[in-house]
C-alpha cells in the first residue's frame, strides 16, 4: 500500500534543514522524498503548513519508574510524538530477575511504538543493595539473541569496573562480542578512572549535571544522553551541549518520570519545547531526540525522513511549540488529529502475571523497629540538592532523646530501608534533611535500585503505620498523618507498577504528591522521586542501605556516628 503526504515541510536531520517537499510511503517504508504528485497511491494526505519529523526516541528510560503498564504507557507517550523507547527493566529485574525482564519484553509487545532494552547490568546495582534476584553475566548472555535487546543497560557498578570485577567484565564483553553498546552511569567520575571506565568499553553516560563534567566525558569518546525528568533535571545546565559540535554527540532522554508529568508536560516532546524555550534550534534537537539516538543503539534504517527509512514520522504544526497532531509507527497512521488508533493489548503467560504479583516478604513492623539505641552527638546526615538525585552528606547534631532523634524545626527527620524480598529483617536508619515535612509519615516501595520499602516521617509511629500500609497493598506510595493514610497509590506490579490506566494512576500519583504538600514540604521538592533515590548508592555523596549508611565516593559503608 502507498500513501503520499504532499505539501509537507520536511525537518532534514542530515543537514538540519527544512524542505518543502512530498514524502512516499510503501508499506512500513519510506520510499521518496521530493516531488511525487504524478505517483500513483492508494492514499493522499495534505501535510500543508505542517512538519514532518522523525518519530522521537527516549534513549534511556525505566518503564516501571511511569509506574504504568506498557501499553498504558504507549497510550500517554504515542500522542506526544513517540515512536520509540530505549528500556532498562532493571527495576523489576532487581525485584524478579531474569523473569521480570521476561514479563516486560512479553508486556510490551505489538504496541503502537517500538519498546526496545538494554540488558540490565547491576543487579544488584552494588555489593551493598539486597535485591530479590542476582544477576550474573551467563544470566544476560541468552538475551542477546533477542533483537529487541540492544545492549548492556547503564554500567552502576564504575567501582567494580575499576577494580577488574570478573562479572562485571563478564558483562561488558559480552555485550560487545554481541555487536551490542554499553550504556554508562558514573556521576562526577573524573580523570585516571573515568579514562579506565572507558577503556573498558561503556559507550555513553546520562548522569552529567554540569558542562565540565559533560565535556570531558565526550572527550573521553562517551556519548552524552541529556536527562530531563521528574527528579533529575539537567538540560538547562548542559545548554551547551545543543551546540555545534557537541550536539553529534548526545541524546535526548527522560531516564524516570513519573506519570503525572508525562500526561501533564509530555514526553521527549517536552524535552524539545523546553530547549526551544532556551533559545536552541528545535530542528537540532529533533535530530537529537531521533536519528542520534538510532545511530548511537544501531537501531537499523530509523530516525530519519528519507528514501529507505522505516516511516516511523512524527508531525507537527509549528516546530517551537512543538504540537503533536499525526503519528505514524511502521506506516501505519496510529495517530490521527490527536486521537490514538485503538490497538490489542500484548498477551503475557498467566505465570508471569501471576509472579509479578507475589514479590513481599517481610513482617508486620512496629514503632520500637524505628527507634535507634544511641547517644546525642554529631551525626551524618543525608542532605537533599534541589532539582538532583545527588546529595551531600551533613553533619548535624542529633538529640536521640528527643522525639527519638528527629527535629522539625530544623527539618531533620527520620528516614529507614526495610529489607523486602527474603525476610532478613534488616532495616538502615538514619537522618534527611530537606524534605520538609512538618509532621506524619511517607512510605513506598519504589526505592532504587533493590526496590525495598523505604520510609521517611517525623514519628516512629507513623513510619511504622506506613511501612506496614505499603505491604498490606502488595506495594506502592502512601502517605500517613496520626497513624491514618490520608493518601495511598497501589503499585502491585513487583510494588513498582500500577495495574490502573494512565489517567487513574496519574490521578493517584498527583494525590500522593499534593498530601505530602499538605504536610509541609516545599512544592520544589517531588517526595516520592527524590525519596527513591536516596537508597541507590551508585549516585553520590551519601545513601541509605538496607544495612545502613553507604558513603558512594568512597564505596564502603559509614557509622551514623560522625
Do not use: W
Amino acid at each position: 500500500m502507498k500513501t503520499l503526504l504532499k505539501n509537507g515541510f520536511i525537518v532534514r536531520v542530515f543537514t538540519d534543514e527544512i524542505s518543502k517537499q512530498d514524502v512516499l510511503i510503501e508499506d512500513d517504508r519510506i520510499i521518496g522524498v521530493g516531488d511525487y504528485s504524478d505517483e500513483s497511491v492508494d492514499s493522499v494526505r495534505d501535510m500543508s503548513g505542517k512538519f514532518i519529523c522523525p518519530g522521537l526516541i527516549d534513549g534511556h528510560i525505566h518503564i516501571e519508574s511511569t509506574m504504568l503498564l506498557p501499553e498504558e504507557l504507549a497510550k500517554v507517550v504515542v500522542p506526544h510524538g513517540t515512536t520509540a523507547i530505549v528500556a532498562d527493566p532493571h527495576e523489576i529485574a532487581n525485584v524478579c530477575g531474569t523473569e521480570g525482564i521476561e514479563y516486560m519484553l512479553k508486556a510490551s509487545e505489538g504496541l503502537p511504538m517500538d519498546v526496545f532494552f538494554t540488558a540490565s547490568s547491576c543487579v544488584p546495582a552494588t555489593p551493598f543493595d539486597e535485591s530479590g534476584a542476582v544477576l550474573s553475566a551467563d544470566d544476560l548472555r541468552p538475551l542477546y539473541d533477542n533483537p529487541r535487546v540492544l545492549g548492556l543497560a547503564e554500567m552502576m557498578n564504575y567501582p567494580g569496573v575499576l577494580a577488574g570485577d570478573p562479572d562485571i567484565l563478564a558483562k561488558i564483553k559480552d555485550a560487545k562480542k554481541a555487536g551490542k553498546v554499553v550504556d554508562g552511569h558514573a556521576p562526577l567520575l573524573s580523570g585516571k578512572n573515568l579514562d579506565r571506565y572507558v577503556a573498558a568499553g561503556v559507550n555513553s553516560d546520562h548522569e552529567c549535571s554540569n558542562n565540565k563534567e559533560a565535556l570531558e566525558k565526550l572527550n573521553a569518546g562517551q556519548y552524552i544522553m541529556i536527562r530531563e525528568g521528574t527528579a533529575a533535571k539537567n538540560l538547562a545546565n548542559l545548554k551547551m551541549l545543543f551546540e555545534y559540535p557537541y550536539n553529534y554527540r548526545c541524546l535526548l532522554v527522560t531516564d524516570d518520570c513519573h506519570p503525572t508529568d508525562l500526561l501533564n508536560a509530555g514526553h521527549i516532546d517536552h524535552i524539545i519545547r523546553l530547549a526551544s524555550s532556551l533559545g536552541i534550534n528545535p530542528v537540532i534537537a529533533i535530530r537529537m531526540a531521533s536519528l542520534q539516538a538510532a545511530q548511537y543503539f544501531r537501531i537499523p534504517d530509523t530516525g530519519a525522513v528519507a528514501p529507505g527509512y522505516i516511516a516511523n514520522l512524527t508531525i507537527v504544526d509549528e516546530l517551537k511549540k512543538f504540537h503533536v497532531t499525526d503519528v505514524y509507527s511502521h506506516g501505519k497512521l496510529v495517530l490521527r488529529n490527536g486521537k490514538l488508533a485503538e490497538f490489542e493489548a500484548p498477551k503475557v503467560p498467566m505465570e508471569l502475571k501471576k509472579m509479578v504479583r507475589e514479590s513481599f516478604h517481610v513482617e508486620k513492623l512496629t514503632r520500637d523497629d524505628f527507634v535507634l539505641d544511641e547517644e546525642n552527638g554529631l551525626c551524618r546526615v543525608i542532605g537533599l540538592v534541589p532539582g538532583q538525585i545527588l546529595t551531600k552528606e551533613l553533619h548535624e547534631e542529633i538529640f536521640f532523646d528527643r522525639n527519638s532523634g528527629i527535629d522539625v524545626s530544623r527539618d531533620i527527620l527520620k528516614l529507614a530501608v526495610i529489607e523486602r524480598h527474603k525476610g532478613t529483617g534488616h532495616k538502615g536508619i538514619g537522618f534527611i534533611k530537606g524534605i520538609g515535612m512538618k509532621e506524619g509519615a511517607i512510605a513506598s516501595s519504589v526505592s532504587h535500585d533493590s526496590h525495598n520499602i523505604i520510609v521517611i516521617g517525623t514519628n516512629d509511629k507513623d513510619m511504622a503505620f506506613a511501612a506496614n500500609r505499603i505491604i498490606e497493598m502488595g506495594g506502592g506510595n502512601v502517605v500517613v498523618k496520626g497513624e491514618k493514610d490520608i493518601a495511598r497509590m497501589a503499585l502491585p506490579i513487583a510494588g513498582l507498577m500500577s495495574d490502573f490506566s494512565a489517567k487513574d494512576t496519574a490521578g493517584f500519583n498527583a494525590r500522593v504528591r499534593n498530601a505530602v504538600y499538605e504536610l509541609g514540604t516545599s512544592m520544589d521538592v517531588e517526595p516520592f522521586m527524590n525519596m527513591a533515590f536516596l537508597s541507590l548508592p551508585v549516585i553520590p555523596a551519601l545513601k541509605m542501605s538496607t544495612e545502613g549508611l553507604v558513603d558512594v565516593a568512597k564505596f564502603e559503608r559509614v557509622s551514623l556516628k560522625v
